[in-house]
T-cell receptor, first 118, second 114 residues
Framework: AQKVTQAQTEISVVEKEDVTLDCVYETRDTTYYLFWYKQPPSGELVFLIRRNSFDEQNEISGRYSWNFQKSTSSFNFTITASQVVDSAVYFCALSEALTQGGSEKLVFGKGTKLTVNP | NAGVTQTPKFQVLKTGQSMTLQCAQDMNHNSMYWYRQDPGMGLRLIYYSASEGTTDKGEVPNGYNVSRLNKREFSLRLESAAPSQTSVYFC?????????????FGPGTRLTVL
């Protein structure tokens, strides 16, 4: 069965610090997709990134960067120069195909609550 | 273009009452999903619908029923609510576009069962 582990339950940093959120996954599929979602205090889920298992290139988007390492089954997320607005719960997720070429189930980790203090 | 909408946003029920959570999407997606989020548990799939007219169980279907009314709408029904169903419910939809199949989530329904 597929599984996503986010070992860090809560992290607290001071503004402008860099912070890395860890994500380790388990799957028997050779093709899969990994995701990060942000859930701010308002409760909605905000899509951050989707990564194909065949693409191990690291990605940077502004202050956000993602490090995908297939060898260690990890997909870690780094926020550089954190800001108070980054305070949220962050979820890592792994896709599992439900139907051929159609529906996918997202298997979520339990989330990491990030608090950025001024 | 509203994306995925859910009603109601909040609901309080007494044990044994029934209710239906509504979800609609305007992106012409074939696949729709219902997840529940419990504290410290992440999201778990309750039911999904791969296309209009089909529905299938997810990870935690007990106590729920669903209806894919048409391509736009996918409702979740609690026939006899229990305190264990206190949760935040998210509806989502998705469609393959090339190699991309992002799931779009609604804003959620916060349900409390007393």
């Amino acid at each position: 069965a597929q599984k996503v582990t986010q070992a860090q339950t809560e992290i607290s940093v001071v503004e402008k610090e860099d912070v890395t959120l860890d994500c380790v996954y388990e799957t028997r599929d050779t093709t899969y997709y990994l995701f990060w979602y942000k859930q701010p205090p308002s409760g909605e889920l905000v899509f951050l990134i989707r990564r194909n298992s065949f693409d191990e290139q690291n990605e940077i988007s502004g202050r956000y960067s993602w490090n995908f390492q297939k060898s260690t089954s990890s997909f870690n997320f780094t926020i550089t120069a954190s800001q108070v607005v980054d305070s949220a719960v962050y979820f890592c997720a792994l896709s599992e195909a439900l139907t051929q070429g159609g529906s996918e189930k997202l298997v979520f980790g339990k989330g990491t609550k990030l608090t950025v203090n001024p | 273009n509203a994306g995925v909408t859910q009603t109601p946003k909040f609901q309080v029920l007494k044990t044994g009452q029934s209710m239906t959570l509504q979800c609609a999407q305007d992106m012409n997606h074939n696949s729709m999903y219902w997840y529940r989020q419990d504290p410290g548990m992440g999201l778990r799939l309750i039911y999904y619908s791969a296309s209009e007219g089909t529905t299938d169980k997810g990870e935690v279907p007990n106590g729920y029923n669903v209806s894919r009314l048409n391509k736009r709408e996918f409702s979740l029904r609690l026939e006899s609510a229990a305190p264990s169903q206190t949760s935040v419910y998210f509806c989502a939809s998705s469609e393959w576009v090339g190699t991309n199949n992002e799931q779009f989530f609604g804003p959620g329904t916060r349900l409390t069962v007393l």
